[in-house]
T-cell receptor, first 115, second 113 residues
Framework: EAQVTQNPRYLITVTGKKLTVTCSQN?????MSWYRQDPGLGLRQIYY???????DKGDVPEGYKVSRKEKRNFPLILESPSPNQTSLYFC??????????????FGSGTRLTVV | GQQVMQIPQYQHVQEGEDFTTYCNSS?????IQWYKQRPGGHPVFLIQ?????EVKKQKRLTFQFGEAKKNSSLHITATQTTDVGTYFC?????????????FGQGTRLTINP
């Protein structure tokens, strides 16, 4: 089944403790992206990757890191999480990037709470 | 930078009533996409519009792209409880080499059965 797999689904952590949220897709998509969703703010792009070893900042990249060493994987790293990073996170992939002729496939989401 | 604004933020209707959400961009879009997110779920791609003035239908859903390619709408005829969720529009932002897909804030639809 074609899908984007995120783990974990839920995570509660403490301020400053490094964490990684994994994302993997099995559709051979070139473009992958991370979004955070907060009430009233919709989906805001954190980072994206147009292909292996090519990553770039989205609109809210502060406090996050990503890597794209393999085409299928695009982990999101929080080196020192803070409470304002409490949010619902989505990984998404698309066959290609601009001009985005293909829709995103989203993962099921990761609900992160930083205390 | 380019913004994608969506209205209304919330809409509550009686089952059987129609529903419309509007999406407006500050710049011309090459295309626009629509997604639906059920409560507790993840966004699911519905459709993409590319041409100026384009109209596409999916059963009771009608999607429209404005002539100037700066606005779009989603209209649902005779809503059903299965239509409950948040509807997002999204448009590409390409500037200075960046390739981003920018989402509107979404319209949350609730339905009274």
């Amino acid at each position: 089944e074609a899908q984007v797999t995120q783990n974990p689904r839920y995570l509660i952590t403490v301020t400053g403790k490094k964490l990684t949220v994994t994302c993997s897709q099995n559709m051979n998509h070139e473009y992958m992206s991370w979004y955070r969703q907060d009430p009233g703010l919709g989906l805001r792009q954190i980072y994206y990757s147009m292909n292996v070893e090519v990553t770039d900042k989205g609109d809210v990249p502060e406090g996050y890191k990503v890597s794209r060493k393999e085409k299928r994987n695009f982990p999101l790293i929080l080196e020192s999480p803070s409470p304002n990073q409490t949010s619902l996170y989505f990984c998404a992939s698309s066959l290609q990037g601009v001009p985005f002729n293909y829709g995103y496939t989203f993962g099921s989401g990761t609900r992160l709470t930083v205390v | 930078g380019q913004q994608v604004m969506q209205i209304p933020q919330y809409q509550h209707v009686q089952e059987g009533e129609d529903f419309t959400t509007y999406c407006n961009s500050s710049t011309t879009l090459s295309n626009i996409q629509w997604y639906k997110q059920r409560p507790g779920g993840h966004p699911v791609f519905l459709i993409q519009l590319v041409k100026s003035g384009e109209v596409k239908k999916q059963k009771r859903l009608t999607f429209q792209f404005g002539e100037a390619k700066k606005n779009s709408s989603l209209h649902i005829t005779a809503t059903q409880t299965t239509d409950v969720g948040t509807y997002f529009c999204a448009g590409p932002r390409v500037s200075e080499g960046a390739q981003k897909l920018v989402f509107g804030q979404g319209t949350r639809l609730t339905i009274n059965p």
